[in-house]
């Protein structure tokens, strides 16, 4: 581990030393407990030229890996996969723009795709997070990707108050490609209204972090 740095109570940015791993935006790693008996997999958040692995971990009260890993320490060591990973953000930029859409810890792959050599814009950024401490580089995001941002739990300058669902009808419509990840509600959701336009599942690229838990 290189670095660790916290965003708001619940997200840790974690580095750790690349050791000439090859990955494309979009691949995971799976991430061991400290036992090295449990896994989870994780999206990287680097770009493909970057000296380090980057992720963002949520850290899932009572969970088997992400507290482990969201209380790691500069100069712990962690066991790691290969990276592997079919979610492929911009993969089809030569043939038409694309939109990216995020909660959560599901902005890492777009993260890798825009620090990434050749990267090119995405017609539309919407990322949404719970409160406005959670937001991930939102800056950053704003110069490098035109992102939008979507708060749900308070009000927050300069985002939308709510879910970025609620920005559907702002979402530019032909023929672009779709990138959707984190929250499976929100993947589901945006489908079902991408599906409404008439756009084929073909554009629509799914990369489901969490399933939300089913109440009673
Ligand atoms: C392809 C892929 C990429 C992923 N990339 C990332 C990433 O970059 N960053 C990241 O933080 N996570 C990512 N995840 C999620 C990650 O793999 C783990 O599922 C997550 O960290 C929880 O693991 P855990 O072992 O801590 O918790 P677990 O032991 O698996 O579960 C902990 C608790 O959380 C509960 N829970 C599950 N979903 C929710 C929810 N939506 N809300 C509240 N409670 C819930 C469970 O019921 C359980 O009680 C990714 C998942 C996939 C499939």
Redesign the pocket.
């Known amino acids: 581990m290189t670095a660790v740095k916290s965003h708001g109570a619940d997200i840790v940015e974690l580095s750790l030393e690349r050791l000439d791993l090859a990955f494309e935006p979009g691949d995971?790693m799976a991430l061991y407990s400290e036992e090295g008996r449990?896994s989870?997999?994780?999206?990287l958040a680097a770009g493909t030229a970057d000296a380090d692995l980057r992720?963002?971990?949520?850290r899932?009260?009572?969970?088997?890996?992400?507290?482990f890993l969201c209380s790691r320490k500069p100069g712990d060591v962690v066991r790691v996969s290969p990276p592997f990973g079919w979610f492929r953000p911009g993969a089809q930029a030569a043939q038409r723009p694309f939109v990216f859409m995020a909660t959560g810890?599901g902005i890492?792959p777009f993260f890798a795709y825009l620090r990434s050599p050749d990267a090119v814009r995405p017609a539309a950024l919407w990322y949404g997070c719970r409160v406005a401490s959670d937001l991930v580089d939102p800056e950053w995001l704003r110069d490098r990707g035109g992102a939008r941002f979507a708060v749900s739990r308070e009000m927050a300058a300069g985002c939308h108050h709510g879910r970025i669902t609620d920005c559907l009808d702002q979402l530019p419509q032909g023929e672009f490609d779709y990138y959707l990840c984190g929250?499976d509600s929100m993947i589901d959701e945006v489908t079902r209204h991408l599906q409404t336009q008439r756009v084929p599942l073909t554009r629509i690229h799914r990369?489901?972090?969490?399933?939300?838990?089913i109440g009673p």
Do not use: Q
């Not at 992720?55 to 949520?58: A, V």
């Open positions: 995971c449990v989870r997999p994780y999206s992720f963002l971990i949520r899932m009260a009572g969970g088997d890996v992400s507290p810890t890492a929250l990369e489901c972090f969490f399933n939300a838990p």
